[in-house]
Nanobody, 127 residues
Framework: QVQLVEAGGGLVQAGGSLRLSCAAS????????MAWFRQTPGKEREFAAA????????YYADSVKGRFTISRDNAKHTLYLQLNNLIPEDTDVYYC????????????????????WGQGTQVTVSS
C-alpha cells in the first residue's frame, strides 16, 4: 500500500508558475501509474494529468494541456506537476493519485478505480 503526500501549493498571481510535488512511500513506486486531480469545494474532483509507470507516456485534460507538465522521478519516489501560465480558474485543491500497473489514460477515464490518494495541496491564483 502506498502513501502519498503533496507539497508545493500556495498563492500566486495570474500568469505565474508553481511546481507541485507528491512524495510516495510504502510501495514500489515504479509499479504505480500516477496522476494529478483537482477539486473545488462542492464540485466533483477533476482529472488534470497522468503519467505511466516509466514516465514514457502522459495524458492531459484539455483544460491544462500546454500549460501543465507532469513528470516523475522513480529514483526519488516523487511525482511532479509544473503549473505555468496560471489563471484564476486553476484555483483548487490538487491531489495526487496512484493505481497499480495501469495506463495513463485509464487514470483519467476511470478515476473511480484509483485506490490511493494524497491529502491535497491548495493552489490559489489571484487575478
Amino acid at each position: 500500500q502506498v502513501q502519498l503526500v503533496e507539497a508545493g501549493g500556495g498563492l500566486v498571481q495570474a500568469g505565474g508558475s508553481l511546481r507541485l510535488s507528491c512524495a510516495a512511500s510504502g510501495g514500489t513506486f515504479r509499479r504505480y501509474t500516477m496522476a494529478w486531480f483537482r477539486q473545488t469545494p462542492g464540485k466533483e474532483r477533476e482529472f488534470a494529468a497522468a503519467i505511466s509507470m516509466a514516465g514514457l507516456s502522459t495524458y492531459y485534460a484539455d483544460s491544462v494541456k500546454g500549460r501543465f507538465t507532469i513528470s516523475r522521478d522513480n529514483a526519488k519516489h516523487t511525482l511532479y506537476l509544473q503549473l505555468n501560465n496560471l489563471i484564476p480558474e486553476d484555483t483548487d485543491v490538487y491531489y495526487c493519485a496512484a493505481r497499480l500497473e495501469t495506463t495513463a489514460q485509464a487514470m483519467g477515464v476511470t478515476p473511480e478505480l484509483i485506490p490511493y490518494w494524497g491529502q491535497g495541496t491548495q493552489v490559489t491564483v489571484s487575478s
